[in-house]
């Protein structure tokens, strides 16, 4: 059943318009649960209001290009949502973004009511973001205003890259098409396609070196989601086992570097099936617990835990 007032509904039809070029008839009448008549007539109504609607068939809705809105007015939730992410936002960019953030927050705020300003003050001093303090953002920074350029200018990057887990220190030399920045619990990422492994990667800015935008042109497949990179790798992935103390679990399940794939809980362990691509990351997060985590099986897993420790105890003699 729809209970929005006709009003609401027009404006409601005009954004999803604005937003979603070319939409159907049908696809309105789904949207806000009317039927294809009703939506011909509020597109009329629209039209009458000299919003400049186009319609053709085959083709479906869309709005002249270079139309805008009037100013609109905010609710508190939605003022206080748009500047706490302005300043949350801000505080992840560069100073030309955080500049941009703050105009925006600028703008937001100036739009309101003097009561409504007062009640978004009130609860914006409850509410906060901390992004942490990183000693290499000037880096950081550099590295993402080149990137920002070349997805800007659909142009390759060529970059110095720092792998954790390598069989050498010294960085790789990659040439990567940008199709996507993102920031996954504070650490900055971008993800493109890979010319040396010759598929989609993903690359952590604080490791990136020399960054370069290259004169050559690229086009980002039109296919392309960022729920792509949330994928699993096609890595080879290996089934460990391992022995958690009851008492540290709940610290073990945050971030961890491996996909759970069983829990056996026991009266004072729990023991977890995991699966990784990477022996050396387990490992290294095994060793963080000290005496409240073993490595179980594989047998090859075991020992080379136990080799690690060795040479952690050759340090210390």
Same mark, same amino acid.
């Given at each position: 059943? !729809?209970?929005? !007032?006709?009003?609401?509904?027009?404006?409601?039809?005009?954004?999803?318009?604005?937003?979603?070029?070319?939409?159907?008839?049908?696809?309105?009448?789904?949207?806000?649960?009317?039927?294809?008549?009703?939506?011909?007539?509020?597109?009329?109504?629209?039209?009458?209001?000299?919003?400049?609607?186009?319609?053709?068939?085959?083709?479906?809705?869309?709005?002249?290009?270079?139309?805008?809105?009037?100013?609109?007015?905010?609710?508190?939730?939605?003022?206080?949502? =748009?500047?706490?992410?302005?300043?949350?936002?801000?505080?992840?960019?560069?100073?030309?973004?955080?500049?941009?953030?703050?105009?925006?927050?600028? @703008?937001?705020?100036?739009?309101?009511?003097?009561?409504?300003?007062?009640?978004?003050?009130?609860?914006?001093?409850?509410?906060?973001?901390?992004?942490?303090?990183?000693?290499?953002?000037? @880096?950081?920074?550099?590295?993402? $205003?080149?990137?920002?350029?070349?997805?800007?200018?659909? @142009?390759?990057?060529?970059?110095?890259?720092?792998?954790?887990?390598?069989?050498?220190?010294?960085?790789?030399?990659?040439?990567?098409?940008?199709?996507?920045?993102?920031?996954?619990?504070?650490?900055?990422?971008?993800?493109?396609?890979?010319?040396?492994? /010759?598929?989609?990667?993903?690359?952590?800015?604080?490791?990136?070196?020399?960054?370069?935008?290259?004169?050559?042109?690229?086009?980002?497949?039109?296919?392309?989601?960022?729920? $792509?990179?949330?994928?699993?790798? $096609?890595?080879?992935?290996?089934?460990?086992?391992? @022995?958690?103390?009851?008492?540290?679990?709940?610290?073990?399940?945050? $971030?961890?570097?491996?996909?759970?794939?069983?829990?056996?809980?026991?009266?004072?362990?729990?023991?977890?099936?995991?699966?990784?691509?990477?022996? !050396?990351?387990?490992?290294?997060?095994?060793?963080?617990?000290?005496?409240?985590?073993?490595?179980?099986?594989?047998?090859?897993?075991?020992?080379?835990? /136990?080799?690690? =420790?060795?040479?952690?105890?050759?340090?210390?003699?």
């Amino acid at each position: 059943m !729809n209970y929005m !007032n006709r009003t609401d509904r027009l404006f409601a039809i005009l954004l999803y318009i604005q937003s979603n070029p070319r939409c159907r008839a049908e696809d309105l009448a789904n949207r806000f649960d009317i039927t294809k008549r009703t939506v011909y007539r509020d597109i009329s109504a629209l039209m009458e209001a000299d919003v400049p609607v186009i319609g053709k068939a085959g083709e479906g809705y869309s709005i002249e290009d270079g139309y805008f809105l009037p100013p609109v007015s905010f609710t508190k939730d939605e003022a206080l949502l =748009l500047i706490l992410g302005a300043d949350a936002v801000g505080q992840h960019f560069d100073a030309q973004y955080k500049k941009a953030a703050r105009s925006a927050e600028n @703008k937001i705020h100036a739009s309101l009511s003097k009561d409504l300003k007062k009640e978004v003050a009130y609860l914006k001093s409850y509410i906060s973001f901390f992004s942490g303090i990183n000693s290499e953002k000037g @880096k950081l920074n550099d590295a993402m $205003q080149k990137i920002r350029r070349a997805i800007m200018e659909k @142009k390759s990057l060529a970059f110095r890259y720092y792998k954790r887990y390598s069989d050498t220190t010294e960085p790789m030399v990659r040439e990567v098409d940008p199709y996507a920045v993102m920031n996954f619990y504070g650490n900055w990422a971008m993800s493109g396609y890979d010319h040396l492994r /010759k598929d989609l990667r993903m690359f952590r800015l604080d490791r990136m070196e020399t960054v370069m935008v290259t004169s050559k042109a690229f086009e980002r497949p039109k296919n392309f989601r960022f729920s $792509q990179l949330a994928k699993e790798d $096609q890595s080879q992935k290996f089934i460990y086992q391992v @022995k958690i103390s009851r008492d540290i679990f709940r610290w073990v399940k945050e $971030q961890p570097p491996y996909k759970i794939i069983k829990t056996q809980t026991k009266k004072d362990h729990v023991i977890l099936t995991i699966e990784s691509s990477n022996e !050396n990351s387990i490992i290294t997060w095994l060793i963080r617990w000290g005496d409240k985590a073993e490595a179980l099986s594989p047998s090859t897993f075991r020992e080379n835990v /136990k080799s690690t =420790l060795s040479k952690l105890l050759t340090i210390y003699k």
